[in-house]
Antibody, heavy 117, light 111 residues
Framework: EVQLVESGGGLVQPGASLKLSCVAS????????MSWVRQTPGKTMEWIGD????????NYAPSLKNRFTISRDNAKSTLYLQMSNVRSEDTATYYC??????????WGQGVMVTVSS | DVVMTQTPVSLSVSLGGQVSISCRSS???????????LSWYLQKPGQSPQLLIY???NRFSGISDRFSGSGSGTDFTLKISRVEPDDLGVYYC????????FGAGTKLELK
């Protein structure tokens, strides 16, 4: 069974940094592109970016490219999202998803990030 | 950005009934490779989204044949027949032809 389990969320102050993790199981992690997608409190879904199966290539939504960094550790079957200089509009539930940009076939349970002073 | 517009915003249905959800993109979703990367997701209350349909009309593993997708270019439709209680929630369309974007969702409720 494919499982994606996110962690690392919580309350963070504006301007701070935060790193989310996603541990994958039930499939060969190093064979798949992985993505992060977030959902705002108003339920708007936004793709953040993705990373190639070997970690050699990343894509980002243009509006987030300069503040968010996606990485992975295939030995640990773990996907990461480094968020820097966070803003109130980054408040959302963050989902780790399998597959590349064409569709997202498995989603984690999500982790909430609240940006507030 | 490719803007995805879903209609209606909400839909009421009786159990056993049939519904259609429309999704329109601001640009053609036909990729240079000839594929059309339009997908449909269902988010049940309190859960993560789940993939229903990919590449316009392909049902994902384990998805009932009561769900069907159709369309081309910029206009797409998800049809749900013989609606069951477990079908209720918010449906999203999404495109992956350019960097991914999603519709705002259509909430399916019981009449």
């Amino acid at each position: 069974e494919v499982q994606l389990v996110e962690s690392g969320g919580g309350l963070v102050q504006p301007g701070a940094s935060l790193k989310l993790s996603c541990v994958a199981s039930g499939f060969t992690f190093s064979d798949y592109w992985m993505s992060w997608v977030r959902q705002t409190p108003g339920k708007t879904m936004e793709w953040i970016g993705d990373i190639k199966y070997d970690g050699s290539y990343t894509n980002y939504a243009p509006s987030l490219k300069n503040r968010f960094t996606i990485s992975r550790d295939n030995a640990k079957s773990t996907l990461y999202l480094q968020m820097s200089n966070v803003r109130s509009e980054d408040t959302a539930t963050y989902y780790c998803t399998r597959a590349g940009t064409d569709y997202f076939d498995y989603w984690g349970q999500g982790v909430m990030v609240t940006v507030s002073s | 950005d490719v803007v995805m517009t879903q209609t209606p915003v909400s839909l009421s249905v009786s159990l056993g009934g049939q519904v259609s959800i429309s999704c329109r993109s601001s640009q053609s979703l036909v990729h240079n490779n000839g594929n059309t990367y339009l997908s449909w997701y269902l988010q049940k209350p309190g859960q993560s989204p789940q993939l229903l349909i990919y590449k316009v009309s392909n049902r994902f593993s384990g998805i009932s044949d009561r769900f069907s997708g159709s369309g081309s270019g910029t206009d797409f439709t998800l049809k749900i027949s013989r609606v069951e209680p477990d079908d209720l929630g918010v449906y999203y369309c999404g495109q992956g032809t350019q960097y991914p974007t999603f519709g705002a969702g259509t909430k399916l409720e019981l009449k």
